[in-house]
């Protein structure tokens, strides 16, 4: 299983907290719901989600353990408003009864988006909301291009044939999985959200933890990573510009009938 450097996780400034923030700002709470934070992390917008809903109660559901580990120290002050739970999303221990569920960078982890929709709508009582935002369409295609090619030259061989971990759908395939699943009043869309370093050292930092991880395993030295990186950020394939993440996000909001 993946799994994440939760603590370095924590401390990297990510364009995604802030893209997680305005999805939440556009979810009208009333203060007093169950929410689901979905694939929680570290718990940054968990903590953001509990001060909106002061009455209200967060079930914040993670499959990492150094994430939930992570979590629980940076959460322990809301004890009352947040209850922590290591789980799969697509087996979820809990009954019919979330009111809003909340993800942020988390679904195109997912393999299954039927399984995981029909899941989340499982466990939302009828009428209940699904706010989400994540990795969708040529989301980071450029960036595997260029990984692609350089792969194919001799010095760095290691990192030939790699299958990557991520699943990132189209808007319509997105579409027809929510309805499949049940959901109604379906709003969906796909935002370019590129991202641009200002040297090759905060590039190759933020490239290497957040995004490569799960596929630079097999490098056998730093040396080659770093060349490898450098190379990664200042190459362009197709005349993509140097030290640009190429994010694209899908954003949805649909309800559970009632
Ligand atoms: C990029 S992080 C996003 C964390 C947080 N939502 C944020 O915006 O900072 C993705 C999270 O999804 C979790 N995750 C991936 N697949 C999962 C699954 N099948 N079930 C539960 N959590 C999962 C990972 O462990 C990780 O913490």
């Not at 120290?73 to 087996?91: G, W």
């Not at 039927?114 to 989301?139: C, D, V, W």
Request: charged share 20%; net charge negative; aromatic share 10%.
């Amino acid at each position: 299983m993946i799994d994440w450097d939760a603590k370095e996780y924590g401390r990297l400034n990510r364009p995604h907290l802030n893209w997680g923030q305005s999805v939440l700002s556009q979810i009208d709470f009333r203060g007093n719901e169950l929410v689901l934070d979905a694939g929680c992390g570290v718990g940054n917008l968990t903590i953001n989600i509990a001060s909106q809903i002061p009455n209200g109660h967060i079930i914040a559901v993670d499959k990492s353990k150094s994430m939930i580990t992570e979590a629980s120290s940076k959460t322990s002050h809301l004890r009352t408003q947040i209850s922590l739970l290591r789980a799969d999303l697509l087996y979820i221990p809990i009954q019919e009864c979330v009111d809003t569920i909340f993800s942020n960078a988390t679904f195109h982890w997912i393999h299954d988006h039927f399984q995981l929709f029909s899941e989340m709508y499982r466990i939302l009582r009828p009428g209940g909301t699904i706010s989400a935002q994540f990795g969708g369409g040529p989301n980071i295609k450029s960036l595997i291009n260029r990984f692609c090619q350089l792969s194919k030259e001799p010095e760095f061989e290691y990192l030939a044939e790699q299958s990557f971990p991520w699943n990132f759908r189209s808007i319509e395939e997105t579409k027809s999985c929510l309805i499949r699943a049940g959901f109604i009043e379906i709003q969906i869309s796909l935002v370019e959200a590129p991202v641009v370093f200002p040297d090759v050292s905060s590039y190759s930092h933020f490239v290497e933890k957040i995004i490569l991880f799960p596929v630079l395993g097999n490098v056998p030295d730093d040396e080659t990573q770093r060349a490898f990186l450098t190379r990664l950020g200042t190459e362009s394939l197709n005349g993509e510009k140097p030290l640009t993440v190429d994010y694209w996000r899908i954003n949805i909001l649909a309800r559970k009938p009632k």
